[in-house]
């Protein structure tokens, strides 16, 4: 899903998996609906719009509270149209996220590969930057058109091996 993958990739943004998987959980569990024996859907841009920022903060979401009030806000009013963004070009669909309040490279290649279906968006850290010192001209050919996927066995690579 696109908005869960967005929303999800912002509060990331400078976090560990712990916490980001806390605030998430917490994000549900208030404003999801129960799906089964407490596990809650991710709540909708509607219905985190009438959220404020202080909304988002009791959640754990510190200084990127007020990026997802302001996404929330955009996408349920129409200003933001994620549908739209999963038509266009890879560079196109970079170009329209990386206009929203709070997102940033990185952010945006996370969104596009797991949220938009874009394959090739590749998303860089610290662990791919390692990774890429072992290929200073680039991917091999092999991996056109599925970078964002080769990433993912890369990283999990040089987790283990670096």
Same mark, same amino acid.
């Given at each position: 899903d696109s908005w869960?993958?967005?929303c999800s990739f912002v509060i990331s943004q400078q976090n560990n998996i712990k916490r980001i998987k806390g &605030?998430?959980?917490r994000l549900c569990k208030a404003y999801g609906d129960e799906i089964i024996n407490g596990?809650?859907?991710f709540p909708s841009a509607e219905k985190l719009s009438s959220l404020t920022v202080a909304d988002f903060e009791e959640l754990g979401m510190g200084y990127r509270a007020k990026y997802l009030e302001k996404l929330s806000k955009d996408v349920a009013g129409?200003? &933001?149209d994620l549908e739209k963004i999963k038509v266009l070009t890879l560079d196109e669909a970079r170009k329209e996220l990386l206009n929203i309040y709070g997102v940033g490279i990185k952010v945006a290649n996370c969104a596009l590969l797991f949220g938009f279906g874009f394959y090739d968006a590749f998303p860089v850290d610290v662990w791919m930057k390692r990774v890429m010192e072992y290929y200073p001209d680039?991917?091999?050919e092999c991996f056109d058109g599925i970078g964002g996927i080769a990433q993912q066995y890369l990283f999990h690579w040089a987790r283990n091996n670096l």
């Open positions: 869960e993958a967005l &605030i998430i959980s596990f809650y859907s129409g200003k &933001i680039g991917l091999p």
